[in-house]
Each structure stands twice: as structure tokens, then as C-alpha cells.
T-cell receptor, first 120, second 111 residues
Framework: EPEVTQTPSHQVTQMGQEVILRCVPI?????FYWYRQILGQKVEFLVS????????KSEIFDDQFSVERPDGSNFTLKIRSTKLEDSAMYFC??????????????????FGAGSRLTVL | ELKVEQNPLFLSMQEGKNYTIYCNYS?????LYWYRQDPGKSLESLFV?????AVKQEGRLMASLDTKARLSTLHITAAVHDLSATYFC???????????FGTGTRLKVLA
């Protein structure tokens, strides 16, 4: 069964360092997402991405965050200068369905296993 | 802004009992999703509800959607330990690319 792959599974970094989290979405999916979950709490929307540009972003996704799809397969989340409060599990997800399409069908997200980021 | 709230946040129940988890959302949407997350794991899709009055069932779980009340329920029948997990509802907002998850309900089924 197709799956979303995330690397690394766990990264420990010092405050102020840059971190890049990588995701390989399912190959025929066109819509990509990053979510953050702090210690088993709610799953927070960060950003959605389609056609090589950001479609939506939350208030969490400030200037220290960026996303890109550098090579047609990887989808990356970069945190420029990490803070202690960035410690969380970061989930990548993808779907093959246009989100928010009125009268449209199901937009089921397939999630990766997550990347745990620990900022010291 | 779309808000999706669940209650209860925590639920501890005995095996064999029934219970309902509620999901309320703040703006109009005719699509609602339920996901399950096991401890330390990722999220897996459980149900997709695409219209008012939709009902889906899988084993001991049944989900329903009332778009007029902006309410979805996840009903657990005769709970078993294997159902212990965190359950999230999610809504994707028409006309946007946002896909927002609820606050989650952590379910623990006691033997």
C-alpha cells in the first residue's frame, strides 16, 4: 500500500539552529500538508501546498517556517531558527483530492509516521 | 475562523459499555472525517462523512453527521480494549485549503 515517508524519525537540535524535515508524499498525490502535534495534544494545521506554492497557512506558520518541493518527490519543512517551543511531532500528509471543494468527494489525508523534533 | 471542538477530551470506560464522542465545528461544511491515533503513532482514517445525515459503521464504531447542527458523533458500542486510542474529527473548509482537526478525545477502555 502506498505510504508517506518522513525523515528523520527523530531529530535533536540546539535552539537557534536550522532544521529541515523531509517528506516523500504518495507519488500520484498533488496536495500536501504539514501538521504539528505537541506531546500528544491537538493536531495543529501548519500549511497546505499545491502546484508548487503555499495554498493556506496558519498563524503558527510564521517567517521562521518555509516549505518547498525541491525535486518533484520530496516535500520539505524548514525551520530557520528553532525555539524551545518548536519541540513537537511534525506530520506530513498528502491527498489526491482537491481540498474544500464544495460538493466534491472525500479528501482523506494519508499521514506519514512523523518526525519528532526536540529543541534543547 | 474554523474551530473544531470535541468532548469529552478524556474518556475512561469499562469494556462492554457504550459511549458517544461529540464533535462540534463552527462554520458551514458538508464534509467531516474521523481519524484514530494510537499512542506514539500516526493518524489513520476511520470514517468519511460527506453529507447531512450520513452514517457510517465499522465494527463497534458508528459515525454520523448533522450539518445543520454542525455536529458529528462517534458512537462506541460494547467497547473493547483494542479501541483505546485518541480519536480526532476533522473538517475541511469549503473554498479553502484548510483541513482542521478537532481537539481530540483520548479513550481508554478498561478491562
Amino acid at each position: 500500500e502506498p505510504e508517506v515517508t518522513q525523515t528523520p524519525s527523530h531529530q535533536v537540535t540546539q535552539m537557534g539552529q536550522e532544521v529541515i524535515l523531509r517528506c516523500v508524499p504518495i507519488s500520484n498525490h498533488l496536495y500536501f500538508y504539514w501538521y504539528r502535534q505537541i506531546l500528544g495534544q491537538k493536531v495543529e494545521f501548519l500549511v497546505s501546498f499545491y502546484n508548487n506554492e503555499i495554498s493556506e497557512k496558519s498563524e503558527i506558520f510564521d517567517d521562521q517556517f518555509s516549505v518547498e518541493r525541491p525535486d518533484g518527490s520530496n516535500f520539505t519543512l524548514k525551520i530557520r531558527s528553532t525555539k524551545l517551543e518548536d519541540s513537537a511531532m511534525y506530520f506530513c500528509a498528502s491527498s489526491d483530492h482537491l481540498p474544500g471543494q464544495a460538493g466534491g468527494g472525500a479528501n482523506v489525508l494519508t499521514f506519514g509516521a512523523g518526525s519528532r523534533l526536540t529543541v534543547l | 475562523e474554523l474551530k473544531v471542538e470535541q468532548n469529552p477530551l478524556f474518556l475512561s470506560m469499562q469494556e462492554g459499555k457504550n459511549y458517544t464522542i461529540y464533535c462540534n465545528y463552527s462554520t458551514t461544511s458538508d464534509r467531516l472525517y474521523w481519524y484514530r491515533q494510537d499512542p506514539g503513532k500516526s493518524l489513520e482514517s476511520l470514517f468519511v462523512l460527506l453529507s447531512n445525515g450520513a452514517v457510517k459503521q465499522e465494527g463497534r464504531l458508528m459515525a454520523s453527521l448533522d450539518t445543520k447542527a454542525r455536529l458529528s458523533t462517534l458512537h462506541i458500542t460494547a467497547a473493547v480494549h483494542d479501541l483505546s486510542a485518541t480519536y480526532f474529527c476533522a473538517v475541511d473548509l469549503s473554498g479553502t485549503y484548510k483541513y482542521i482537526f478537532g481537539t481530540g478525545t483520548r479513550l481508554k477502555v478498561l478491562a
